[in-house]
């Protein structure tokens, strides 16, 4: 079954700033299948886990000037390799300068 999540886009500058893209979420036995829908246009991803389809996405997005705002676009998280195992990429780490990661740094990629 799948699953969507809704995301707010960055930089969506004359088209309006709240303009969304809704990620459609399918594992596909190995496979994570994540396909993001914008602007009458959709991109796909096909990686080991979310968190790397995640970043696929990521750089296509960036040619039309988008960031997705979540926390899997952010520059400070980073997967954990348990973590990622366990959530297939779907939970990452915020990471914190000098401080050894916390239960607490854990965060979905799509909130």
Not at 40 to 60: C, G, M, N, S, T
Not at 69 to 75: D, E, L, Q, R, V
């Amino acid at each position: 079954m799948d699953h969507q999540r809704t995301v707010f886009l960055i930089g969506a500058g004359s088209v309006g700033d709240d303009e969304q893209a809704v990620f459609t979420l399918h594992v596909n036995g190995a496979a994570c299948n994540l396909k993001c829908s914008y602007r009458d246009k959709v991109i796909e991803a096909e990686e080991e886990d979310f968190f790397e389809a995640l970043f696929q996405i990521r750089q296509a997005l960036e040619v039309d000037g988008l960031l997705p705002f979540c926390y899997g676009a952010s520059a400070n998280v980073y997967p954990e390799n348990t973590v990622m195992e366990k959530s297939r990429g779907l939970i990452a780490c915020k990471v914190k300068t000098g401080r050894f990661p916390q239960e607490s740094d854990l965060v979905d990629i799509f909130d």
